[in-house]
Each structure stands twice: as structure tokens, then as C-alpha cells.
């Protein structure tokens, strides 16, 4: 009973890390309708930024943190006006073609400016290991579980009760009315996408002392933050914790008592279970498209 | 209109027979083996330009299908003995029936559903490729033999013809499709499928078809890499060889016919070429994709093609200013 | 509107600027012959002063070597790491004259760590440059499709790489010039069951193909102790959570624990072991053997775990001090145990070479006469003596080493 507890700890952790990337990403894809397949990338860049204001330039946490925000915020921006602005007017699949090529360059542009080896990144909250009767908890992933929650509360907060917040959502449901109705597009994308890489670059900074940090760790975590908005609905926001954390546990138990060999597979099962009974996702909304 | 197809009537024999020429001057096995790979990306291409350029349909997972034509190719001719032919035989069966399970996703998804659910079948067959005892597990299958012909095994020469052979035929193949009924539905589901499904167009019909047929070019393609190689293990097929199949097509041109030898000259020649600067070749590699897709959206082909008609035209107003341009 | 958006620019490219700059330093052991790198591939020459001036007894002939390692990517400091060392042996070999009618001609070329390039390299040496022998490569998996290339084409193949598999095909061509895993994993086991005593001992491979062919050797060498592992677990390449594995490895009672993985996981690895189970339990890692392994780890965390190899910076006979002295005065690091493996294979290749009286290299059976050379060479190198047999072997055994307060200290020599 401990081991199945323990191994549910384990894996809720490891879904809260999927879940805190799945919140930037189905805030793009709620507000803009488009999956932003870099998104594990841009997690990478700032988690790199972190490295070289927090260990390089041995800048105090609380100074580095928000620069690198800042600096992975402005790359987003970049590459939002250069790169997918001029296919908001063309098919999706563009869309879809162009976040795999910024993928590809986010990569290797990283291990150009960087290097390719990985590099340490020390934890933010350290201490020992707690133990509550048999089972064990480490404490940074209480924190990214902690962050999590916080962070979902806070944009429900915003989504709700800001203006802004409340423009987003007005954008989410129907983008021409909402341009009708005085809602200034071009801030809207900024704002949508700044907060993306701002959450990326949290999460980047948490999962870093864990993996390290490397040009190519937003592979996987990108192919498992895909999933996890897909299972838990594309564009909700309640819908990224609940699948991250489902595809944590999913990967996490089967691991512990089908087999750890194919631990990558289980997401994928979780995955068509859910398309074959519920396309639009656990906590999806149905899309209704007018034609 | 006229001009283009009078002057395809030259070109195509002509590009024909220049390939049919090229390997007589390679040389080497450097050069044997780069064209040959070149007319490996090229098939492989060409069903995913049938894939995604003419129904629009973004599958991640194509490498599972080359590795499934690999694999049946190695473990045929290697462990069993079967004639080449056979085992591309086999691979197509396989290739197809596969094809037409990933392609039934396709019919109720799209966008980015169907891109995570092909990437995570390309995980799975990845994850069984390297851990079966049957697939050789990491180690994946070394020695496969060369095909026979006429009695002893081809020599590289010789295998440039064999793949030169498969390229006109799928060429063939993707031409007669696309200029056909058939090919019109495509153009009929990609722009609009909604559309497309009220004037009587069976689209789930089609999109399994293409999804069938594109795993099967894959799959012909993996089968001559198989036996080229030598030697073949999981990590030729992961979901990264899936994004440069996908890259190398939209480099070449969606929708354009023509355009996979052009994304299979820039992967397997131009790549080669420039491995000197191995640094910065990916990153460009990847800055070149997306502004091929926001600037040139028919990609290098379709920029080939309209400078091609900017030349014509130029010429034509030279010689006959007087006349009026053709529209 | 617009000076906003020039703005946005300006600081952009000011904190790119900023990042560039700040990299954290990277590790860059070759110098003496930077232009023998990445930059500059196939057609360099060795810019040493052998650059054939005033042979005292005439014309010396230019041998080409190709050598196809990993320089970028990843796995880039392995290779530089081999190359730095070949450096050395360079220059050893220029200052000690050892050549009188041959001239080293090493084409240093990057295989990506990818099996099309690997193809192209080699086709590349062996058709357009016609090399009269390869090193390379590190990685298994290139090796794999290189290997019979070579072999076909009789030119003789020095292959750097632990994989057994590589002498188990009846090449004439093929030389390796370390250990393989067996050897080193019959030491590792040899120390836990019959050193130690131990009884429990678990196992964590990758499923890579170094890590299944590992462990096939792995549970064979159990086997002959009549022992089964008490955890048996694996992980995919690439996925860095292993905390269903730990925990398994913590509910069978391991006492020691083998694992295959390269350097950066061995490290991740390692801190979830001794997060969760804590520091009884004695770690065996491939990875450990890797340069940047205590460099990632740190002193502490690397306190104690074992690795395998056929030379170590540990070592104190004279030339290995020697060795340790010359190439941490031209690179700022220390050497791993590929550099002493680039040293040793550019040696063998020298002696070989000085073997062959001065036969005309532009002869058709060059390459034959060279591999003769190789097969009969007597060379006493860092890892040891070299005296090939028939298979291409040179080494069956393998040293154990430990980390102690960060340096090298040799636990078990077979």
C-alpha cells in the first residue's frame, strides 16, 4: 500500500512539471487557436537564461528569475511578430509546419549559443527529504506542485476578474467579436504569448536542477505536454492540471507495475482511450465550427 | 496554361533522362550512396506531398512506416532468404494495411490531435523496434545483403538504377493520382472538407487512401534504404526523422509534384555538401523552413517554377513585343 | 507605435548579445591544433612542423589517416577529448623522429553521432581521399555500419569503442584499441560478489544498444556466479525520471547497483539514488568514466562510485604522469580515458608505420601491408602492451577505479 502511494506521489510531481507547461500552452491555443509545438523549447531557452543570470552571473534568485522572464518573454515576441504573424491569415497546418521549424531553430540556435553538453543548475529550495511514516516526499517537487496550483489560481484570477483577462476570454470564444468590440488584437497576442513564456520559463527553472539543463530537454517534455492538453482539453485551463497530472500518474504507476521499458508508451495509451470516448478532451469544450 | 505543358512535354523526358545518365558519372561509393539516398528521400517525399500538400493531413509518424519497410526488407532477405522483391512486396502489404489503421485517426482528427496521436504511434513502433528480440532490439539487424540479379548481388551502380526505377514509378504513380478524379477530391478536402463532403465527396474514403498510400511509399523507400545500408537499428526512425520527412517536404513545395527531388537534393545532397559547417548547418537548415513557409508557401519548387515563368515571359516579350502576353 | 517596437528590438538583441557572451565557459581541451577541428574537417593537414621540410634521407611519404570521430553534438567533449589526446601522440612521435620515411596525414572529420553522415564520412576517406587507414569511431552505432565498409575494402579500422561484438565477425581489418565492456564488467562484478561478498545486486541499462549489449554481458557474468539481479530495470534514452525505477531498486534491497547510462543521466541517476536510498548502496556506472561526469556531479555526489576502464588519469607509472602533465598543460584539464585512447591508436598507427621500411604508399596492397603491420605491432602505451590476436583484440581485462575526494583512485587492476 505504501509503494502505491508513493509511486501516486511520485507521479503526481512529475504531472505537475507536464502541467505547468500544458497552462502556457492552452493559453495560446485558447486565445489564439493555434498549438504552439515549441512550446518545450521556449521552457528550454529560459531555463537557460535562468543558468546564465543565476550560476554565471551569480545574480541573487530573485533578480535572475525575473530577468530571464523578461529576456524569454522578448525572445517569444520575436518570434511571434516574425515568424507566425504572417500565417494567422493562412491554413492552420502553416501555422502548425512553422512552430515545428521555430522548434527546430529554438534547438539548435541553443546548442550553438551554449554548447551541447548539459550543465548544473543548483536547487532553489533546497533540504532534505521528507518523510511522513513510509513514504518520502522531496521537497522541490512539493514546490512545483505548490507552483502549480498558485499558478492556476492566479490566471483564473486574472482570467475572471481583469480586464485584460476578461479580453482574452471574450477572444477565446469568438476573435471577430471581440476585435468588434474594441479589443485591441495585437496587445491581446502579445500578452497571451508573453505569459506563455513567462510560465515556460518558471517551469524551466524548476525542472533544471532535476534533468539539468541541455538544448534538446523540451523534446519529450514537449511530446508529454502535447498529450497532456489533448486529455485533459485543448484550451482549458483546469483541463492542463488535470491531464499533466494524469499523464504523470500514468506514466509514473505504469512504469512501477507494468513494465519501466515502456513508460513512454503509456501516455500514449491514456491518449486514445480518451480520443476514442471523449475527442475534445476530458475537460474540453466541444468546437462548434460554423461553416 | 499552354506554355507549361508544352514545355513539360520537354522537360520531363529531359530531367528523365539526365537521372538516367547521372550515375554513370558518380564514380564512387561516396557518390553511389548519396544518390542513392536522394532517391530514397524522394519517394518518401513524394507520399508525404500526396499526404500533406494535397489533403492537407500532418502525420508525425512516416518514419514508423520507413522503419516497417526496413525492417521486413532486413529480416526477409537476412534471416530468411527471400528475394528482394518479395520483401518490398510484403512491406507495401504491411505498409498498407498499417496505413489505413493510422489513416481511420485521421478521419475523426486533425491539426494537432492528429499530429500527437502520430507521434505517439511512432513512439510505440519505436519503443517494440527496440525492444523485441525479433527486430534485433537496439542492436537492430546488421548484414543485409544486396538484391540479386541474375545470380549475384547488385553491385552500387546498379542499386542507383534499382532506386532510380522506384522513383519514376512513384513519380508516375503520384502524377496519374493527383491529375485524376481522385486527385481533384484531394484538392476538394484540403481546402475545405466540410465543403467538400456536400457535394458528394467521400472524404473519409480518400483521406484513408492517401494515409494508406503515402505509409506505403515510406515503406518502399525504408525496404531499398534496408538493403543499401547494410545495416539498420531503431534509431534510424524516430519522431525526429518524422519532422525532416515533413520539413523536407515543405522545403520542396506542398502541392507541387515536382517538389519532393527538390526537398530530397537539399536533405541528401545539399546537407552533405555543406557538413563542413556542421555548427550552424541545422539552425539554418531550421530559419530556412520557416521562411520558406511565410514567403514562399509553394516552396523551393514553386520559387524554381515562377522564375522559370519570369524567364519565359522575359524571353516572350523580346521576341514578340508586339503581341500581347499570354495570361 | 513604431519606436516601441525599435526599442523591443534594441533590448532583444542586447540580452542575446548578453547570453552569448555569458555562456557558461566551455570546457575546450584542444588547442595545440585548433585548426584540426570541426571548422576546418577532411582536407587539413597536421599543421606540426612534420610539414615535410629537410627529411635527412629524402622524400617523406604522406600517409592519409582518416580519423571519424563525434565533434559536435552532445557527445562533442568524447571526441575532443580523443583528439587532444591524438595531439600529443603527434607530437611525441615529431619529437622523438620515429617516422624517417612516412608523414602522418591525419584527416579529422566529424560524424555528427549519426549513421548517414557516419556512411558519408567513411565513403568520403575511403573512395574521394583514399585514406590507408581509419580510427574511429567512438559510437557503436556508427561503428556498426562503418565497420564492414571498411573491412570490405581492406582498409584496416583502429575502433576506439567498448562494444565486444565488433571481433566477433571474422574481420581481417579490424583493431580495437581499448577494452571492451566484458572485460570491464568482469572486473565490476569480480569486486561486488567475490571482493565484497555481495549477493544483491541490481541493474538500471538504457535501452540503448550500448546499454542492451551491456546488459546481455551483464546478466551472462551473473549468471556464472549463479546470480540473478535482484532489480532489473530499464529506462528509454532520453527520459530523465527515474524515480519508478529508484524506487524499485529500493524495494529489492540492492546492495549495489550497475548502471549503463552515459555521464549527464548516470548523474541524474545518482542523485535520485542517494536522495531516496540513500549513500549504502554502491553505484557501478558506465557513465562515470566520462569527463564531465565528476564536473557535473561535484566531489560529493561522485564520492565513491565505480567505473571501468583500461587507463585512468589515476595511474603512476611514468608515462601515464607524463601523459596527465603534457595534456593538462595544453588543454587546462584533465584527460580522460578516450584522450589515452586517441594517444595510444596514433602511436600504433606511427609504430606500424615505422615497421614498414618505407613501402610505397601509392602501392595497391599499401593498406594490406599496413594491417599486417597493425596485427604484428609490439607497442607498450598507456593502457598497457599491445600484441593483437587473431580477432583484433588487444585487451580482455579491465581496471576498476573510484572517485575519493574527487580524484581518480584505482580500486581493482585485473
Known sequence: MNLFLQICIQGLMLGSMYAILTLGYNIIYSTMGMAHYAQGDIMMVGAFFALDFFVTMDLPIYVAIPLSVICNVLVMLVIERLAYRPLYSRSRTLLLLCTIGVSTVLRNAAQLIWGTQSFNFPTIFPGDIIHIGEVYLV????????????????????????????????????????????????????????????????????????????????VSIGAKVMISAVVGGMGSMPGAILGGLLVGLVEALGGMYISTTFKEAYPVVLLLVVLLNRPQGILGRKKVVKV | MKNTN?????????????????????????????????????????????????????????????????????????????????????????????????????????????????????????????????TGRSFGIPGIPKPDWFGSPMNKLQYCYLVLAFVFLALFVSYRVVHSKTGRAFQAMRDNAIAARSVGVNVNKYKLLVFAVSAVYAGVAGALYASNIGYISPTSFTSNVSVTIITMTVLGGLGDLCGCIVGAVVVGVLMEALREFGDYQLTLYGVLIVVILIFMPKGLMGGLRSLYRRLCSLVSRRRTPAKQEEV | MKTWKTCLALVLVLSLLLAAGCTPSKPNPTDPSKTNSTSAPSKNTDPKPSDSTNAPTGQKQKVPIGVAITLSGDNAETGRNFEAGMNIALQEIEEQGLLKDYELDLKIVDDQNDTTT????????????????????????????????????????????????????GYDYFFRVCGTNEGGQTAGFEYFIKDLGLTKIGIISETSENGQTSYGIAKKIMGSYGLEFVCDENFTTGDKDFSTQVLKLKESGAQAVYTTAAATDAVVLLEQIRQVIGDDILVLANGASESNFLELAGPELAEGVLYYTVWTPALQDQKSVDFVQKYEAATGRQPADVSARGYDATWIIATALASMDGYDVNAADFSAKLADAIRNVDYTGLQGTFHYDDVGEAFYTMKLITYQDGEHVVVRDN
Request: with cysteine; net charge positive; charged share 5%.
Open chain 2, 6 to 134: 508544352n514545355s513539360a512535354k520537354v522537360l520531363v523526358p529531359l530531367t528523365a533522362g539526365l537521372a538516367l545518365m547521372v550515375p554513370l558519372f558518380l564514380g564512387n561509393n561516396y557518390y553511389y550512396d548519396i544518390f542513392i539516398m536522394a532517391g530514397i528521400y524522394t519517394i518518401i517525399g513524394s507520399g508525404m506531398n500526396l499526404l500533406l500538400g494535397f489533403t492537407g493531413q500532418l502525420s508525425m509518424g512516416h518514419a514508423a512506416f520507413y522503419g516497417f519497410g526496413a525492417y521486413i526488407t532486413a529480416i526477409g532477405m537476412k534471416s530468411y532468404g527471400l528475394p528482394f522483391w518479395l520483401c518490398v512486396i510484403l512491406a507495401v502489404g504491411f505498409c498498407f494495411a498499417m496505413g489505413m489503421l493510422l489513416g481511420s485517426t485521421s478521419c475523426k482528427l486533425s491539426g494537432i490531435f492528429l499530429v500527437v496521436v502520430t507521434t505517439g504511434f511512432n513512439t510505440v513502433v519505436n519503443l517494440i523496434m527496440v525492444n523485441w528480440e525479433f
Open chain 3, 118 to 169: 557516419s556512411l558519408n564520412v567513411v565513403n568520403e576517406m575511403i573512395f574521394n581521399t583514399k585514406v590507408k587507414a581509419i580510427i574511429g569511431q567512438i559510437y557503436s552505432t556508427n561503428t556498426l555500419v562503418t565497420l564492414p565498409i571498411c573491412n570490405e575494402n581492406g582498409i584496416p579500422m583502429l575502433v576506439p569503442g567498448l562494444n565486444p561484438t565488433f571481433s566477433q565477425n
Open chain 1, 139 to 218: 521537497p522541490q517537487n512539493l514546490w512545483i506542485l505548490g507552483v502549480g496550483v498558485v499558478m492556476m489560481l492566479l490566471l483564473n484570477l486574472f482570467m475572471k476578474k481583469t480586464k485584460v483577462g476578461r479580453a482574452m476570454q471574450a477572444v477565446s470564444m469568438n476573435r471577430s467579436a471581440a476585435a468588434l468590440m474594441g479589443v485591441n488584437m495585437q496587445t491581446i497576442t502579445m500578452i497571451t504569448y508573453g505569459m506563455s513564456a513567462g510560465m515556460a520559463t518558471l517551469a524551466g527553472v524548476m525542472l533544471a536542477p532535476i534533468v539539468k539543463v541541455y538544448s534538446t530537454m523540451g
